[in-house]
């Protein structure tokens, strides 16, 4: 559909990106990126008419973000060419050929377009040799100053690399080399550094990719208070597989797997190193107050040891409003059977229980509306956690009490 529509309005639609390299690769992927000779945004609101969906409009990127009823979102950006007035610079940007659109990128095995337009439907575009890199396993730069104009792209090469066992090209490493030699990654601002490091610990497996970054000399631009090698290999391999637990147990509570990395590279580091860290790389409120949170991890740990006989609504006292991520730490940090059992049977609870009298029903006890509310709503809360009140008359009956 997105070529018979391109065809109507004079233009040529191609998909490209990652999502043919993983189509030749066999991986899974379900980020569809179109690019268009002529006028995107056109496409993109045209087959929102069609399908129904919404297309967003980024005028000054000419990119477009098409939202399917279906909850499947297609990118649609105009066919552009970059320049760099400086290196490690932000590119400018203007309209230009496919070609030109694949030549700004970063390794060849992006660089393929399956053609839409009907009167070439499914024809492979592959002006830079990428479909035998892909079958080679290698990753490759399009020219000699790639990584000059763009220094993060030593990050994602490694990124790229590790992810699918795949090896930097002989002369791509070379020139990789010589740029971490020049210092280019000094270059960086602080933001494309982390966006970096945030899609790296976003892999399921960092770990390799991590090892590869140390061992050619990146980490340094990256950040250098955290001495990798005192960070714990076994919570890190451990990550992934409590992550793809809990997301299978409290499904829909999903976990961005980077935070809590972050938090794990973090945490053998003073206080006052992790509040600079935060300020540095600009964390949004949520990445701060879960990384606030899991420095608490440590001390919440022993007390739950101590504790043994504690119950769900006292945990509650301590982890409500704990973010996934550092409850996902918490898991991480536990290495008693018993513990592990009695912090899963409060997230349990957690999903399950909800208190079911209302402020309605506190008023019309004759009680006013006030900030005591909120702590009897807590109190009926942990009481439900603990199993001391079961339903609503229960609930009516202990607030009379
Ligand atoms: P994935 O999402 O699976 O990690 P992707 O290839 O879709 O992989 P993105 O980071 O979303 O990765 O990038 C989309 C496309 O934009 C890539 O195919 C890549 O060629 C290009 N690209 C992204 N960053 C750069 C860069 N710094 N320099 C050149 N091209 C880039």
Redesign the pocket.
């Known amino acids: 559909l997105a070529g018979e529509i391109a065809e109507s309005i004079g233009s040529r639609a191609y998909c490209?990106?990652?999502?043919v390299?993983?189509f030749f690769l066999r991986v899974p992927?379900f980020?569809v990126?179109l690019v268009v000779e002529g006028d995107g945004e056109e496409l993109a609101r045209k087959m929102a008419q069609h399908l129904g969906g919404k297309a967003r409009i980024h005028q000054r990127f000419r990119t477009a973000a098409l939202m399917l009823p279906d909850g499947t979102k297609i990118d649609i950006a105009t066919a552009r060419t970059e320049y760099y007035e400086f290196p490690a610079a932000l590119p400018k940007v203007e309209k230009a050929s496919i070609r030109e659109d694949m030549y700004?990128?970063?390794?060849t095995i992006?660089?393929l377009a399956i053609a839409l337009n009907p009167d070439s439907f499914g024809d492979l575009i592959d002006y830079f040799g990428g479909r035998k890199d892909l079958e080679k396993g290698l990753i490759r730069i399009l020219y000699n100053l790639s990584f000059v104009e763009?220094p993060?792209?030593i990050i994602?090469a490694i990124?790229?690399e590790q992810?699918y066992k795949f090896t930097i090209e002989d002369d791509t490493l070379r020139f990789a080399k010589d740029a971490i030699e020049r210092r280019l990654l000094g270059k960086l601002s602080y933001k494309r550094i982390i966006q970096e490091l945030m899609?790296l610990l976003s892999e399921i497996d960092p770990l390799p990719a991590l090892d590869r970054i140390m061992e050619i000399g990146v980490w340094e631009y990256m950040i250098p208070e955290i001495d990798l090698n005192k960070v714990s290999r076994t919570m890190i391999k451990r990550t992934p597989i409590i992550i793809t637990w809990w997301e299978e147990r409290y499904y829909g509570k999903n976990i961005k797997g980077w935070l809590v990395y972050f938090m794990l590279l973090l945490a053998g580091l003073d206080e006052e190193l992790v509040i600079q860290i935060i300020k540095r790389y600009h964390l949004d409120n949520y990445a701060r107050k879960a990384i606030q949170e899991s420095r608490q991890v440590p001390q919440i740990v022993e007390y739950l040891w101590e504790s043994r006989e504690i119950l769900p609504g006292e945990m509650d006292q301590r982890l409500d409003g704990w973010s996934n991520e550092s409850m996902v730490l918490l898991l991480l940090s536990i290495k008693d059977e018993l513990l592990w059992e009695k912090l899963v049977n409060y997230l349990d609870l957690k999903e399950q229980v909800k208190v079911e009298i209302n402020g309605f029903d506190l008023k019309e006890m004759g009680l006013k509306q006030g900030p005591e509310f909120r702590f009897i709503f807590d109190e009926l809360y942990r009481q439900k956690l603990n199993g001391i009140i079961k339903n609503r008359e229960e609930e009516l009956q202990m607030v009379k009490k």
């Open positions: 490209v990106g990652g999502f390299r993983d992927n980020d990126d700004r990128r970063d390794f992006n660089t763009d993060t792209r994602r990124r790229f992810r899609l």
